[in-house]
């Protein structure tokens, strides 16, 4: 049996953008073991994949604020123990930084990744085995997958598919009518679309019969769903979510409007009609990539119109 173990620690996009690669993995391979490397953050998100046979959670993160603390030593030593518990045929480093060729260092297993010119850290690079060159012109699902498909002796044909089912998960506050979700949230303030813009959509919205709900992941984003769902009709403040949550809220909505963030990816990988909007960032290469219905509107310094999301909005959910 092959036994794979994949390093992808982070950002909720990034391991997103890994999800693909699983399943072409498991298409040629059926039987193979996948193990998977994640930030403690985002662990519950290649648990959605029924390829994924074990995740390791890493907290370099958090661990980086409590060096001096014992008991962060304690748990990375018991991370390195859980890690060369079982000897690898293939330790895939697919996000290229000196953090993950760290990580599959520790591994036991000849390790593989990007080539000096092809990845994000060139150093990184010299901790690997094999390499591979690789585009740097291709989206990051794509190289995601050539770079195993390279690896493991094919080339990744089939159209993408994350493998991720909508997980299920008790919302009671959601009520019963249709619901388009807003993602008015993002890592950057000038990655924000005007908060007058998604006024404006979520009265056309109500008036094609649809509620909207906003979810939120701190403080600062609580009070701003708050303040929108407050001047919109019918809006849902939901409480916290946590990803399994939010995939289920997402998996389940009529439609998705999201800024440049990885919920956003998340509700593409559920097949979900999208329109993902770019005020303050390129979608070229990281962008919405999904089989189902999606847009990605605007870019750096462009952003979208009302008018034009809410008429690519209704293009996608008539597909």
Known sequence: MLKILLVKTSSLGDV?????????????????????????????????????????????????????DPATWREMALFRKTLQALRYDLVLDSQGLIKSAAIALLAVGPRCGYDRASVREAIAALAYDKTIAMSKNLHAVERNRRLAGRLLGYE????????????????????????????????????????????????????????????????????????????????????????????????????????DTGLTHLAAALNVPVVALYCASEPGLTGIYSAAPALNLGRWGQAPRPDEVGAALAGVMAT
């Open 156 to 259: 990744p044909e089939s159209p993408v598919d994350y493998g991720v089912a909508i997980p299920r998960a008790d919302l009671p506050w959601l009520g019963m009518k249709p619901y388009v979700v807003l993602l008015h949230a993002t890592s950057r303030a000038d990655k924000e679309w005007p908060e007058a813009d998604w006024l404006a959509l979520a009265a056309r919205l109500h008036a094609s019969g649809l509620r909207c709900v906003l979810p939120w992941g701190s403080p600062l984003e609580r009070a701003r769903s708050e303040r929108l769902a407050a001047q919109m009709a019918e809006a849902i403040v939901p409480p916290r979510l946590n990803l399994t949550e939010a995939a289920a809220l997402l998996g389940k909505a009529r439609a998705v409007v999201g800024v």
């Open 16 to 68: 997103i953008h890994q999800l693909p690669a699983v399943t072409d993995i498991r298409a040629h391979f059926p039987d193979a073991m996948i193990d998977w490397v994640v930030e403690e953050n985002f662990a519950e998100l290649p648990a959605l994949h029924p390829g994924v046979s074990r995740v390791i959670p890493v907290a370099v993160r958090r661990w980086r604020r409590a060096l001096l």
